[in-house]
């Protein structure tokens, strides 16, 4: 690992690449005593450092960090369409020239080219933005959207991240599909299943890997319609599998993989279900209440590269986003957009966003070296370096000496504590032991 490249990695990013940036899109127009790269500095570590901070709060890091004499209502001032702009494009740039590389050593992964894992995560926002960003309502606020989010596993990138309102269904969100890489293994759950997505990435050349959508028509290898619930009354396994066809016009020939659920799982499934079912006014079916007691995969994906096992433990792969997005809310606050502008609040979630793609990669570099590496605990010490980090950005070799004390920090105080119960989705990989889908 040279630290030096990446001192020098995050120089470029924060000081020639933000004046440049600053300039095409308008930010700076003329001299200011607030440049592109210090209102850059300013909010990312600024908010990095409190992400609860208050104009008032960045302010006053502004002057002790960066000795730039500001105002709350200074820095108001300075939040308008063109620093959307500008931040919005710096995020862009943060994903491309910040990422860091660092390859997990998971044998049955090397077959893949890529191993995308694609979530969402909401936010509400004031209810005076909902025409900019319409919520979903009821108990939630009227206004909110969502991040989309595609994870590179392989890597640990953020290989593609973009902000929709609150209201559009995953299974619209079609964006990221033009991105699949030939060879790639593609995770999601059940909100983006579509048939047009499956076609899409088979089409590619590239895998998929997925929950089931009940309610879709089967069809067997010879294309007669097949009876799922039928199917599964009759199996006496607890796992097994199926070769099958979805989608009659173009076929997509898959295997559908089915396990069954534990009973506490089966329980809590059918309650929430019912809970939802009464909301809405209705009842569920018998139907489909049996078939929660079953959690069903479907892939293309052949025996020989994947067998049954090993698709129960990839899938649960996509836990790691999960993982990912509680970071981003319990450490970097993203649900915890102040202002009631719709410039400010994009500001906000840019900057934040930003801070976020900074901390990956200050920290993976020791992915390799550091299998129990506590995210949370690695943000925490990033977070408390975030004001020397600022005021160090000038220097090259005063960059580096920090960067070195705070990885030195992190392989002795970001460690995940020991639990001889608990076992990671990767070690777990690692050791070849069975997962629950």
């Keep these: 690992m040279d630290t030096s ?30 440049s592109a790269s210090l209102m850059l500095r300013g909010l990312v570590f600024g908010w990095l450092a409190n992400p609860l901070a208050s104009l008032n709060d960045l302010a006053a890091f502004f002057q002790d960090h960066l000795a730039v004499p500001v105002t709350a209502q200074g820095l108001h001032a300075r939040i ?19 990422s860091q590389t660092v390859p ?55 290989k593609k991240v973009w902000v929709t309102n609150g209201i559009t269904p995953d299974q619209a969100i079609t964006r990221h599909i033009s991105g699949i890489q030939r060879g790639s293994l593609n995770l999601f759950d059940l909100a983006y299943f579509s048939i047009a997505r499956l076609r899409a990435i088979r089409d590619k050349g590239a895998f998929f890997l997925c929950r089931f959508l009940p309610s879709t028509t089967v069809y067997d290898t010879a294309g007669q319609k097949l009876d799922l619930v039928a199917l599964l009354r009759r199996e006496t396994r607890t796992r097994f599998e199926v070769a099958v066809q979805i989608g009659r016009l173009l076929p997509i020939a898959c295997r559908l993989c089915c396990f069954r ?37 479907v892939t293309n994906v052949s025996v020989s590269r994947l067998d049954l096992n090993h698709v129960a433990r990839l899938y649960s792969l996509r836990w790691q986003v999960e993982l990912v997005f509680k970071l981003w809310k319990s450490q970097m606050q993203v649900d915890h957009i102040a202002g009631l502008r719709k410039e400010r609040v994009q500001v906000e979630l840019y900057a934040k966003l930003i801070g976020l793609v900074l901390f990956r990669c200050l920290a993976m570099p020791l992915r390799s070296e550091i299998v129990d590496l506590s995210p949370g605990k690695a943000f925490k010490r990033v ?31 970001a460690t995940r504590d020991r639990r001889k119960t608990h076992i990671t989705t990767v070690q777990r990989l690692l050791m070849g032991g069975d997962a629950y889908a």
């Design 5 to 34: 490249r990446l001192s020098a990695k995050l120089q470029r990013f924060f000081l020639r690449e933000a004046e440049i940036t600053g300039e095409v899109t308008f930010f700076v127009r003329r001299a200011s005593k607030l």
């Design 80 to 98: 308008h369409r063109y620093t959307v702009a500008f931040f919005k494009t710096m995020f862009r740039e943060a994903l491309m020239d910040l």
């Design 104 to 158: 997990v050593p998971i044998p049955v992964l090397r077959q893949f080219s890529e191993v995308n894992i694609t979530d969402s995560t909401g936010i509400s926002l004031p209810a005076c933005l909902k025409k900019r960003w319409p919520g979903s309502g009821g108990k939630a606020s009227p206004a909110g959207l969502k991040i989309q989010l595609v994870f590179e596993f392989l890597t640990g990138t953020f």
């Design 261 to 297: 659920a534990p009973e506490a799982v089966v329980n809590r499934r059918r309650r929430q279900a019912k809970r939802k079912a009464k909301k809405q006014g209705r009842t569920p079916t018998k139907q489909t209440l049996y078939l929660l007691g079953w959690t069903i995969l």
């Design 383 to 413: 977070a408390e370096y975030s004001g020397r980090l600022s005021e160090q950005m000038a220097s090259e070799s005063q960059l580096t000496t920090l960067i070195d004390r705070l990885h030195d920090l992190l392989r002795r105080f």
